[in-house]
């Protein structure tokens, strides 16, 4: 029978049994938990202010620095990642920064002398969490957790879904920094005293990692669809108790492969950060309903669904933008998203039904479906080819298989709601957590290079106008303080403009003589100059403005590489 500690006592009173594993044989008993939670609390004592952003990549340091946080009464807000840009947004709203940042505003205990504290139970309204959604319309969006929601919660994740699993040590490949990843793989094994393993990032190491144990896999949809079926999975089998997923739907085909593979039958957890979790379900049947967690009412208002619950923030009834269905036993089926009604010149159109007819076509395994804004909107699809059928490559080939497709769709769709743009790959983008964000969708379907406006075209010479649009997607990335064009994309571009008006050989042989003199930012007219120089298959480029010269070089071509 598993111990149990609430929430608020972690800390207090260690439980019997590991706590904490490393990457080998090497194990830590609750008690030593306990211990580094309240060196945390001492560390948190000095610091000024109430609000701090956390982030470790190591659970066990995380685990025992959030609770010596919250022992000392701060505000812990957790961010997603620890880049630059991600601190520079958090500056305004906290005091300070812990753990694995780039600058680090606090030592950890282990450099400071240690000062005994006293530890009382936590108060469950005043201990605070901010977290992040995941951001899949736009910027994350922080979301405040009271500990009696977080309590309420994995109390409620252990009388649905924690029979048979005594002993156990928890794996995973998401992040605790993120509201399924820290129920999942800290709080709740901390409360039913279960051992947590450090986060696998490759299947390799993750079969490695729960050889010969009992143990429960906490999972994303984008790492079960790809599990390699050519790895001994069959040695999980009877120690295996489970396999938790969320963040995103899990295809049918795909939850039944991870049952033939893994040997036990996924389970699934509907939820948000802004709801808490909220259902689940066991593929153990062809398609599942959703089972509502013990504590959670819902309801269905118009065919959309509607929860009440002690994961959330207030008595109110939080309404979803799911479309469901009562099964007739207590449970429900998710019928798509009511929000994804899109006009297209003044045409209702379902992307879910849209993407549903696009994933019936035999070389598509997974579809996502958009609205592209501007002066005409448009829709656009993003297409994850089925296994065994290769992405084209070519544009004759591109063009092929969207026409292809769109013949598929003819037979439902009229010309006005089938999409217009295609982007085709073998599996479509996902964040940190493993879901399919518009934002990065969208990215696809943005330029990365500048129309070009050639003013002079001869058979040796070229020289092209390009504006350097703030949007463009090669800015992405460089950098968040303040946008640069990137010297790789400025070779690239010259490389791909020089092929329409020369005739290159089509081997790239060496560069010579680059030099990046100065940078290019958004808003910049730049001027590119080419000279082929055919008798020594060398292309040189070079990138002048008004402010001077910004880049140059030579590109040395081979017909045979």
Request: aromatic share 8%; with cysteine.
């Amino acid at each position: 029978m598993t111990e149990w500690r609430s929430l608020d006592e972690v800390a207090l009173r260690p439980l019997p049994g590991r706590a904490f594993m490393a990457a080998g044989s090497e194990s830590a008993d609750h008690a030593v938990f306990q211990h580094e939670a309240l060196r945390w609390q001492a560390t948190f004592h000095r610091l000024p202010g109430s609000s701090w952003a956390l982030h470790f990549d190591d659970a066990s340091r995380f685990a025992a620095a959030l609770y010596g946080a919250w022992h000392a009464g701060k505000t812990v807000v957790l961010p997603g990642d620890a880049l630059a840009g991600t601190q520079a947004r958090l500056r305004a709203h906290v005091d300070g920064f812990v753990g694995d940042w780039l600058e680090s505003d606090a030592a950890s205990p282990d450099d400071l002398p240690y000062a005994p504290c006293v530890a009382r139970p936590l108060d469950a309204d005043a201990t605070r969490l901010v977290v992040f959604t995941s951001g899949s319309t736009g910027e994350p969006v922080a979301i405040e957790k009271r500990l009696r929601q977080l309590d309420a919660e994995v109390h409620a994740l252990e009388a649905a879904l924690g029979r048979g699993l005594d002993g156990v040590a928890v794996h995973g490949t998401v992040s605790h920094q993120h509201i399924y990843g820290l129920l999942f793989r800290v709080l709740w094994p901390l409360a039913a005293g279960r051992a947590i393993v450090p986060r696998a990032f490759f299947p390799e190491d993750l079969l490695a990692a729960m050889d010969g144990q009992d143990a429960v896999l906490v999972a994303s949809p984008a790492h079960l669809k790809r599990l390699p079926a050519q790895l001994s999975w069959a040695s999980l089998h009877g120690r295996l108790r489970a396999v938790f997923s969320s963040g995103g739907a899990l295809p049918a085909d795909a939850a039944h492969d991870v049952a033939r593979l893994l040997g036990v039958p996924p389970t699934e957890i509907l939820g948000s950060s802004e709801t808490g979790g909220i259902a689940w379900r066991r593929w153990e049947t062809e398609v599942p309903v959703w089972t509502p967690l013990p504590g959670v009412d819902w309801r269905l208002q118009e065919g959309v669904l509607e929860v009440h619950s002690p994961h959330l923030a207030g008595d109110a009834w939080w309404r979803s933008q799911d479309r469901a269905e009562a099964d007739g036993a207590g449970g429900f089926r998710l019928l798509g998203r009511a929000d994804r009604i899109v006009k297209v010149e003044e045409r209702r159109v379902s992307l879910d039904a849209l993407e549903r007819r696009i994933q019936a076509h035999p070389a598509v395994r997974e579809a996502r479906v958009l609205l592209l804004g501007g002066a005409r909107s448009a829709l656009a699809a993003v297409v994850a080819m089925a296994d065994g059928v290769p992405v084209p490559q070519d544009a004759m080939a591109r063009r092929a298989l969207s026409q292809s497709l769109s013949r598929h769709l003819a037979e439902m769709q009229d010309a006005v709601t089938r999409p217009r743009r295609w982007r085709f790959a073998t599996a479509l983008p996902t964040n940190a957590q493993g879901k399919v964000t518009e934002a990065a969708l969208t990215a696809l379907f943005r330029p990365e290079r500048p129309a070009a406006c050639w003013t002079l075209r001869e058979s040796a010479r070229a020289r092209a106008d390009m504006s350097l649009d703030a949007s463009l997607a090669v800015f992405d990335g460089h950098f968040n303080q303040a946008a640069v064009l990137p010297g790789v994309a400025q070779l690239d571009w010259a490389v791909q403009l020089a092929r329409e008006v020369f005739a290159i050989p089509p081997c790239f042989l060496r560069m010579e003589a680059l030099k990046f003199q100065r940078v290019a930012r958004p808003g910049d007219l730049i001027h590119l100059d080419l000279e082929w120089q055919a008798d020594r298959a060398t292309l040189v480029f070079r990138y002048t403005s008004v402010q001077g010269p910004h880049a140059s070089g030579r590109v040395v071509f081979a017909h045979e590489a």
